[in-house]
Nanobody, 125 residues
Framework: QVLLEQSGGQSVQAGGSLTLSCVAS????????MGWFRQGQGPEREFVGAITRSGGTRDYADSVKGRFTISRDNSKNTVYLQMNSLKPEDTAVYYC??????????????????WGQGTQVTVSS
């Protein structure tokens, strides 16, 4: 069983910054695409961003491009989501996810086999 353990969620004022972390227990972390998704008040979970196996390429949703940065440290089995210039509309439960059968780009949540427990990010005006 692969476990993804998330941390870092909290309440922040608009314009502030926050970093989320996700640590994987899997033995093949470096072979996986890692993605971030979020569930706000809308009906669907939406794609936030993803990073390739070696971290050389990143993909972001238009809503967060220029404000959010994904990085990974394969020696620590960890992926990060750095969020800057936060807006109230960023309020959501954020999930990290792993795709062990990588293809690129990788925006479809159905391709991800392993999911973190989610963490709440609340941005106040």
């Amino acid at each position: 069983q692969v476990l993804l353990e998330q941390s870092g969620g909290q309440s922040v004022q608009a314009g502030g910054s926050l970093t989320l972390s996700c640590v994987a227990s899997g033995r093949s972390f470096g072979a996986w695409i890692m993605g971030w998704f979020r569930q706000g008040q809308g009906p669907e979970r939406e794609f936030v961003g993803a990073i390739t196996r070696s971290g050389g390429t990143r993909d972001y949703a238009d809503s967060v491009k220029g404000r959010f940065t994904i990085s990974r440290d394969n020696s620590k089995n960890t992926v990060y989501l750095q969020m800057n210039s936060l807006k109230p509309e960023d309020t959501a439960v954020y999930y990290c996810a792993a795709d062990p059968f990588p293809a690129w780009p990788d925006r479809d949540q159905r391709d991800y086999d392993y999911w973190g427990q989610g963490t709440q990010v609340t941005v106040s005006s």
